[in-house]
């Protein structure tokens, strides 16, 4: 169906060819860098700060914040996509890669469930956070993440819209049954590619 | 906080996804910045208080642009409203408040989001606080709860920077003098005419203090406005005392310079 003519709406920025390619249907880029979140912004201290790896996992990993910022890191740009329509081209993060995390896990689990601090979940098929493409993040453009962005630490999974990638990260639960996760059963489509538009439930 | 507990139920696949053609019956100017947009929606499923939809825009030239906004509207309006604010660089929303005319068609599709929102059956007390447009949201609540003649005790704490920049003042003092239980707070944070009975600086701690009730009362809490003003007011309610899993927030954009 022919989408109906809205008259007199025009386009008001011409076209970045370069950019055009980047940027995913329905997305708007953005020089700022907004901030979306259910609730109040957490602040743990990063003294009683851990992140643990659980669930399908025959011994549960967990580091402090100081174990934690001693494994390799990795510093990256890559473009990001809020479902709520606005694109940020080439952002710059540091983070540990989720398979250093992993690295000689033997598991069963195909989902993983992010869990964090004030309540959040997200779930992810677990081949989406791994070879190389998922991090916990804590720099954005070489200084550490400010809270309201999801600091101390967050997941960051620029491949799918940017609800996946959740602030203030805690825990990643390793599971061989998928759980929809807080926007997942709020509305929002369960995996969520920008690419293939999955917004919403139905898309 | 569980993830879904105590949302109330999220739209069906078929809502949000499908692309439904509106045409603007009506178009407002509520402030200098703000006009709010009624239109006639073609098999709209309805929504709950609270809720937003995506516009989406064609040219001519088949160039398309879409964007989310908050509904304005109740649900019991029948009719679905936005009031959108214009920001000068943008491309869509100097379109809805300046140009878009009753007869013209754009497309929408939701209600989206199952998470800030507020049904009368959620119970109270309600405290709603909102930073500029931020308060869109929350005046489909207020009239949701009116439309229903809901006694459910409400406050609102509205902050704009002058008194010509509040949304819905006329309605909302209208809501307030129905002595039904709901309470009308405001701040202006610029200037403030004469006669100004109202709060005159930014929302803060103490603001808070004597406009929410006491946390042992477990007030149902909507924040809405920009980044900025929602951190300072969500901090300020946790730092008295609030439970953290009680305020439900809604951050927008445009953030400025200093959120990145």
Same mark, same amino acid.
């Given at each position: 169906?022919?989408?109906?003519?809205?008259?007199?709406?025009?386009?008001? /920025?011409?076209?970045?060819?370069?950019?055009?390619?980047?940027?995913?249907?329905?997305?708007?880029?953005?020089?700022?860098?907004?901030?979306?979140?259910?609730?109040?912004?957490?602040?743990?201290?990063? +003294?009683? @700060?851990?992140?643990?790896?659980?669930?399908?996992?025959?011994?549960?990993?967990? @580091?402090?914040?100081?174990?934690?910022?001693?494994?390799?890191?990795?510093?990256?740009?890559?473009?990001?996509?809020?479902?709520?329509? #606005?694109?940020?081209?080439?952002?710059?993060?540091?983070?540990?890669?989720?398979?250093?995390?992993?690295?000689?896990?033997?598991?069963?689990?195909?989902?993983?469930?992010?869990?964090?601090?004030?309540?959040?979940?997200?779930?992810?098929?677990?081949? *989406? =956070?791994?070879?190389?493409?998922?991090?916990?993040?804590?720099?954005?453009?070489?200084?550490?993440?400010?809270?309201?962005?999801? $600091?101390?630490?967050?997941?960051? %999974?620029?491949?799918?819209?940017?609800?996946?990638?959740?602030?203030?990260?805690?825990?990643?639960?390793?599971?061989?049954?998928?759980?929809?996760?807080? @926007? +997942?059963?709020?509305?929002? /489509?369960?995996?969520?590619?920008?690419?293939?538009?999955?917004?919403? #439930?139905?898309? | 906080?569980?993830?879904?507990?105590?949302?109330?139920?999220?739209?069906?696949?078929?809502?949000?996804?499908? #692309?439904?053609?509106?045409?603007?019956?009506?178009?407002?100017?509520?402030?200098?910045?703000?006009?709010?947009?009624?239109?006639?929606?073609?098999? @709209?499923?309805?929504?709950?208080?609270?809720?937003?939809?995506?516009?989406?825009?064609?040219?001519?030239?088949?160039?398309?642009?879409?964007?989310?906004?908050?509904?304005?509207?109740?649900?019991?309006? $029948?009719? %679905?409203?936005?009031?959108?604010?214009? !920001?000068?660089?943008?491309?869509?929303?100097?379109?809805?408040?300046?140009?878009?005319?009753?007869? *013209? =068609?754009?497309?929408?599709?939701?209600?989206?989001? $199952?998470?800030?929102?507020?049904?009368?059956?959620?119970?109270?007390?309600?405290?709603?606080?909102?930073?500029?447009?931020?308060?869109?949201?929350?005046?489909?609540?207020?009239?949701?709860? /009116?439309?229903?003649?809901?006694?459910?005790?409400?406050?609102?704490?509205?902050?704009?920077?002058?008194?010509?920049?509040?949304?819905?003042?006329?309605?909302?003092?209208?809501?307030?003098?129905?002595?039904?239980?709901?309470?009308?707070?405001?701040?202006?944070?610029?200037?403030?005419?004469?006669?100004?009975?109202?709060?005159?600086?930014?929302?803060?701690?103490?603001?808070?203090?004597?406009?929410?009730?006491?946390?042992?009362?477990?007030?149902?809490?909507?924040?809405?406005?920009?980044?900025? !003003?929602?951190?300072?007011?969500?901090?300020?309610?946790?730092?008295?005392?609030?439970?953290?899993?009680?305020?439900?927030?809604?951050?927008?954009?445009?953030?400025?310079?200093?959120?990145?």
């Amino acid at each position: 169906m022919t989408p109906p003519i809205s008259r007199g709406f025009r386009r008001r /920025h011409a076209a970045d060819a370069e950019q055009a390619d980047r940027v995913p249907p329905g997305q708007y880029v953005v020089t700022d860098f907004p901030v979306l979140s259910a609730g109040p912004t957490p602040r743990t201290p990063l +003294e009683e @700060w851990s992140l643990e790896i659980s669930g399908e996992i025959d011994a549960p990993r967990r @580091w402090t914040w100081e174990e934690f910022r001693a494994l390799p890191t990795e510093t990256f740009a890559t473009d990001i996509h809020c479902v709520t329509k #606005w694109s940020k081209l080439g952002t710059s993060w540091t983070g540990v890669s989720v398979d250093t995390l992993l690295d000689g896990v033997e598991t069963e689990a195909e989902f993983v469930l992010g869990v964090c601090d004030g309540g959040y979940d997200t779930n992810l098929p677990l081949d *989406d =956070v791994t070879g190389g493409k998922a991090w916990i993040a804590f720099d954005f453009d070489g200084v550490p993440l400010e809270p309201q962005h999801g $600091g101390p630490a967050r997941l960051l %999974v620029p491949h799918l819209y940017f609800w996946k990638s959740a602030k203030w990260i805690r825990q990643l639960v390793l599971m061989k049954d998928d759980q929809p996760g807080f @926007w +997942e059963s709020n509305g929002y /489509h369960n995996y969520g590619d920008p690419w293939r538009e999955q917004r919403y #439930w139905g898309d | 906080m569980s993830s879904a507990t105590g949302a109330t139920e999220a739209p069906g696949p078929r809502g949000a996804a499908t #692309w439904r053609s509106a045409e603007l019956v009506e178009r407002r100017g509520e402030t200098p910045n703000a006009s709010t947009l009624t239109f006639d929606v073609s098999g @709209w499923p309805g929504h709950h208080a609270g809720q937003h939809l995506d516009v989406r825009l064609t040219a001519e030239d088949g160039y398309q642009a879409q964007r989310s906004y908050s509904i304005a509207s109740a649900p019991e309006d $029948g009719r %679905v409203a936005l009031t959108v604010e214009r !920001f000068e660089e943008g491309e869509v929303s100097p379109y809805l408040v300046d140009e878009m005319q009753p007869g *013209d =068609v754009l497309e929408l599709r939701g209600p989206i989001g $199952g998470w800030f929102v507020w049904h009368i059956a959620d119970g109270g007390p309600l405290l709603l606080v909102a930073g500029g447009s931020g308060v869109v949201p929350l005046r489909a609540m207020l009239r949701h709860r /009116h439309a229903n003649a809901s006694h459910v005790p409400a406050r609102l704490l509205v902050s704009a920077r002058r008194a010509e920049d509040l949304l819905y003042s006329a309605e909302l003092a209208e809501l307030a003098e129905a002595d039904d239980g709901f309470e009308l707070l405001a701040t202006l944070t610029r200037e403030a005419p004469a006669g100004w009975t109202g709060f005159t600086r930014r929302i803060d701690r103490e603001m808070l203090e004597e406009v929410a009730w006491s946390p042992r009362e477990l007030a149902r809490t909507f924040v809405c406005g920009p980044t900025a !003003f929602v951190e300072a007011a969500a901090d300020a309610l946790v730092g008295l005392g609030h439970d953290p899993a009680l305020i439900k927030t809604e951050r927008f954009g445009p953030t400025g310079g200093s959120e990145t």
